[in-house]
């Protein structure tokens, strides 16, 4: 049996309110407590339904890009043995709005399966199970981004990319996430078929126009994914008639037609593990 890691963990507050002392956990900082090298790790929620329902002016955008900040400073110098770096951030970003918790000490499996405990004990809400079909876009891009998490891949990846820095000025269009290896620029836009198509036929218009702008910026060949959900969350798969099954052929072909690589929930692993072995992780 593999001896469990000590470590320590850090639960993350937000607090609108230092009057009212009101707040929600929305995050977990994980670190080894003992050995040279020991690693930290830092995840905010997926969920901010608790946040927006305490304070529905938050900036969840920022809290977002401040777990990003965080974790690349914990991978690039910072000491996981010092926890006054993480407030320091903490403090210059939102002042006494997030605020950490004394250490807590936990004996770890490892730290991805701790980290996943500790969130469902401390931080997710109890989550009513739910059809998929009903979960549209942003849950398809929820399951994708946890996926590249689980093998160490979002973290090196590029987020929200900006089309307009390959196609023009003024383009609104932002891919999910992305990566480089070698000469390859792979990207990947959670696309939803449940309700209508107008976002597959967004990114096939603008396909051709990035794949463009790659080859002109970066001098590398684009392979652009679009993450769908599966057929049967959306339509009679047994009936070609369907409403729900035609205008989710209807934009898997669109996109194809533009050289979009679509794929459903259930590739998400393999392109996950396809990321871990060209970053080297």
Known sequence: MQDRVPCEFFLIRYVPDVVKGEFVNIGVLLREAVGEGARAEIRFTRDWTRVRCMDAEADIGLLEALEQEIASRLRTGASPRDPKTVMEVLEDTLSNSLQMTEAKATLAENMATEMELLLRLYVEPIKVPKQWARSGR??????????????????????????????????????????????????????????????????????????????????????????????????????????????????????????????????????????QRELGL
């Open 138 to 275: 942003a849950a398809i891009a929820a399951t994708m981004r946890t996926e590249f998490e689980k093998v160490g891949a979002w973290a090196l990846m590029r987020k929200r990319i900006a089309a307009s820095m390959y196609t023009r000025p003024g383009d609104p269009l932002k891919i999910d996430c992305g990566y480089r290896p070698n000469g390859v620029v792979r990207m990947f836009q959670a696309v939803s078929l449940e309700g209508d198509v107008e976002a597959a036929k967004v990114l096939a218009y603008s396909a051709p126009q990035l794949r463009e702008g790659v080859d002109r910026v970066e001098g590398a060949k684009l392979e652009l994914t679009a993450v769908v959900e599966p057929l049967r969350s959306v339509g009679n798969v047994d009936d070609a008639t369907d409403e729900g099954t035609e205008r989710y052929r209807f934009g898997v072909e669109t996109m194809e037609r533009q050289e979009i690589r679509v794929v459903t929930l259930s590739d998400l692993a393999r392109a996950a593990a396809t990321a």
